[in-house]
């Protein structure tokens, strides 16, 4: 059973920067894709961004692209997600998760495994 942990979230006032880390228990870390998922309250969770197997390839929702930066180190088997301009609207539960292919998705379909979430909450 692979096992996903996320650290890093908390309360942070709007224009600011957090950084989520996200360690993986796989022994193939390296050969997944990873992503950040998100849910605000009462809302649908939504993909924040993908980045394939060896980190050549990302992808970001429209909402977080030039505010957020993810990047992973697989020699730490540990995932990250660099949130800068932070706003009210970033509030939400942040999970990461491990995709059954190699290359970069946003369909959480395609995401075997899920870590237990991390808050963050952005104060106005």
């Known amino acids: 059973q692979v096992q996903l942990e996320e650290s890093g979230g908390g309360l942070v006032q709007a224009g600011g920067s957090l950084t989520l880390s996200c360690t993986s228990s796989?022994?193939?870390?390296?050969?997944?894709?990873m992503g950040w998922f998100r849910q605000p309250p009462g809302k649908e969770r939504e993909s924040v961004a993908a980045?394939?197997?060896?980190?050549?390839?990302?992808l970001y929702g429209d909402s977080v692209k030039g505010r957020f930066d993810i990047t992973r180190d697989n020699a730490k088997n540990t995932l990250y997600l660099q949130m800068n301009s932070l706003k009210p609207e970033d509030t939400a539960v942040y999970y990461c998760a491990s995709s059954i292919a190699a290359n970069a998705d946003t369909n959480p379909g395609h995401y075997a495994y899920w870590g237990q979430g991390t808050q963050v909450t952005v104060s106005s």
């Open positions: 796989e022994r193939i870390f390296s050969d997944r894709a």
């Open positions: 980045i394939n197997w060896n980190g050549d390839r990302t």
